[in-house]
């Protein structure tokens, strides 16, 4: 188990930097992604950092070359925008048809107890490797239930494919937000809107709902504009975002 959790760990952080690395311009578009070369800059085996492309692929970061390997996808500051206000567009479509329909018992018990863990693991005051990697599996699962709960087919492979676009997965983060405090309290506002969320969908509150989940989105914008104010970041001249 432990050897489990240390890999998915190993996989997160190498995702985390990967990010970071595109963002900050060390990867261009354009560039060919050398296995190796990431095992000896980011200090971790084969294994977490194939776990990592193959991530970044799925979220349209990096695009897999026909004679094997990846290499960086161009895109631009409007892409990244565009594709982090649909995702919240599509999300909060997903929360307004959920709190109209009504989502099973089952379900929204699933969600409270996936929250209750993102609580748990936010409760120190920063978070280690192996915290801000279990938040983002968390993250992800409760992402996910909310897919689930809308009940459409249509709107749940809708929504899978915008999360493919570049940052717009709910957790597409980078290196330099998973350890300060700043940056656990931006995860402890998402929480709280993860709450909110919920609990229109429960009252039944369809534009409640969908506005929590727009907002929402937008926090992601503010944590890669965070990220370029690091002071070893210098700006996210990969993308080019407007501050």
């Known amino acids: 188990?432990?050897?489990?959790?240390?890999?998915?760990?190993?996989?997160?952080?190498?995702?985390?930097?990967?990010?970071?690395?595109?963002?900050?311009?060390?990867l261009p578009g354009g560039a060919r992604?050398?296995?190796l070369t990431l095992v000896e800059a980011l200090g971790v085996s084969r294994t977490p950092i194939?776990?990592?492309l193959m991530r970044l692929e799925q979220e349209g970061l990096l695009h897999r070359l026909p004679g094997g390997g990846y290499a960086v996808r161009t895109f631009s500051e409007t892409d990244v925008a565009d594709a982090i206000e649909l995702r919240g567009t599509m999300e909060g479509l997903a929360a307004r048809l959920a709190a109209e329909r009504g989502v099973a018992p089952e379900l929204l018990r699933?969600?409270?107890?996936?929250l209750d863990a993102i609580d748990a693991t936010l409760a120190p005051p920063t978070l280690d490797d192996e915290g801000f990697s279990r938040y983002?599996?968390?993250?992800?699962?409760?992402?996910g239930l909310l897919s689930?709960?809308?009940?459409?087919?249509?709107?749940?492979?809708?929504?899978?494919?915008?999360?493919?676009?570049?940052f717009a997965?709910?957790?597409?983060?980078?290196?330099?937000?998973a350890h300060s405090r700043q940056a656990r309290d931006m995860l402890v506002v998402a929480q709280d809107q993860h709450r909110q969320a919920i609990d229109a969908i429960e009252r039944r509150e369809g534009g409640r709902a969908e506005a929590i989940l727009r907002e929402?989105?937008?926090?992601?914008?503010?944590?890669?504009?965070?990220?370029?104010?690091?002071?070893?970041?210098?700006?996210?001249?990969g993308v080019q975002l407007i501050r």
Request: charged share 20%; with cysteine.
């Open 136 to 143: 983002v599996e968390l993250n992800a699962q409760f992402h």
């Open 33 to 35: 992604v050398a296995e």
């Open 110 to 114: 699933e969600a409270h107890d996936c």
């Open 216 to 237: 929402h989105s937008r926090i992601t914008r503010r944590n890669l504009l965070a990220a370029g104010q690091a002071p070893h970041v210098r700006g996210l001249p």
């Open 50 to 52: 194939r776990a990592a």
């Open 148 to 166: 689930r709960m809308v009940g459409s087919e249509v709107v749940a492979r809708e929504l899978e494919r915008v999360k493919g676009l570049p």
């Open 1 to 26: 188990m432990a050897s489990t959790e240390a890999g998915a760990s190993q996989s997160v952080r190498a995702q985390l930097r990967l990010r970071e690395m595109i963002l900050a311009g060390a």
């Open 169 to 177: 997965s709910p957790s597409a983060f980078v290196v330099v937000q």
